[in-house]
């Protein structure tokens, strides 16, 4: 099971193709782990470039949602946090979910 070839995530794929566009005095002159963290970045900004990243603070849960506005990301949160007690046993607190905004970008 482990000797086998395991195929290549879109990821992996898109940064070998990134990869190998660079000139070669860039990959000379660039760690390939660092171009790895590189590429991650602005392969995950351009990939989500209408959404922006919310993050709240739901009871005692952290969560971060990519939506397009306030409202749907809340939405979101809600069912995140609802799904997360859920896992553990427990029920949603009858009041609902506060949330507490701690950031977007």
Same mark, same amino acid.
């Given at each position: 099971?482990?000797?086998?070839?395991?195929?290549? &995530?879109?990821?992996?794929? +898109?940064?070998?193709? #990134?990869?190998?566009?660079? @000139?070669?005095?860039?990959?000379?002159? @660039?760690? /390939?782990?660092?171009? #790895? &963290? =590189?590429?991650?970045?602005? $392969? @995950? +900004?351009?990939?989500?470039?209408?959404?922006?990243?919310?993050?709240?603070?739901?009871?005692?849960?952290?969560? &971060?949602? #990519?939506?397009?506005? /306030?409202?749907?990301?809340?939405?979101?949160? =809600? =069912?995140?946090?609802? $799904?997360? /007690?859920?896992?553990?046993?427990?029920?949603?607190?009858?009041?609902? #979910?506060? %949330?507490?905004? %701690?950031? +977007?970008?």
């Amino acid at each position: 099971m482990l000797d086998k070839p395991q195929p290549k &995530t879109q990821f992996r794929k +898109a940064f070998d193709e #990134w990869w190998n566009a660079q @000139t070669p005095e860039f990959r000379e002159r @660039t760690d /390939v782990h660092a171009a #790895w &963290t =590189i590429f991650q970045a602005g $392969y @995950t +900004a351009g990939k989500r470039k209408n959404l922006k990243r919310y993050i709240f603070r739901v009871g005692k849960f952290r969560i &971060t949602r #990519w939506a397009e506005s /306030v409202t749907a990301a809340k939405e979101e949160a =809600i =069912i995140e946090a609802d $799904y997360r /007690v859920a896992m553990r046993g427990g029920k949603p607190p009858a009041g609902g #979910w506060r %949330l507490e905004r %701690l950031g +977007a970008s």
